[in-house]
């Protein structure tokens, strides 16, 4: 069973694939959105077509305290959409200091601020999509 990991931010959107047996996650693309929701949910479609992805996990923002703010009200959103478009699972996963666990393996391993930059979503994504196949 193959996976995409997705993690939702203000102007991208990092994707993460499992291999087709559903136990390891890499990073696949960062995609550029502007808000344009619904463009972007036709190009992860595009994607789960392409590598025949059964399930979709999306990581949910959640405050410290474990509220659901604005960005995490955006991820319900954006799930809906998808299962709309996609009739495909979205399970959300509790992303927390995902993007602070990337910054710092990649600061770890003397990765430059400019190639952090592009690649620190789709490593939050694939952090997602991993913590989340080694729960299941």
Do not use: C, W
């Not at 949910?60 to 509220?67: D, E, Q, S, W």
């Not at 939050?124 to 729960?135: G, M, N, P, V």
Request: avoid cysteine; aromatic fraction near 4%; charge should be positive.
């Amino acid at each position: 069973m193959r996976y995409i990991g997705l993690d939702l931010g203000s102007r991208t959107l990092g994707v993460s694939l499992s291999d087709p047996s559903g136990i390891i996650a890499s990073s696949h693309t960062i995609i550029r959105h502007n808000e344009e929701y619904e463009r972007l949910v036709g190009d992860v479609e595009k994607i789960v077509n392409e590598y025949k992805v059964d399930k979709i996990v999306l990581g949910l923002p959640k405050n410290m305290n474990g509220t659901i703010g604005p960005k995490g009200e955006l991820s319900y959103k954006f799930k809906e959409m998808l299962e709309n478009k996609l009739g495909k699972e979205v399970i959300l996963v509790d992303e927390r200091l995902s993007t602070v666990e990337a910054t710092n393996l990649l600061i770890k391993n003397d990765t430059s601020r400019k190639k952090r930059k592009k690649v620190v979503d789709s490593l939050a994504a694939t952090i997602i999509l991993q913590s989340y196949l080694d729960k299941k």
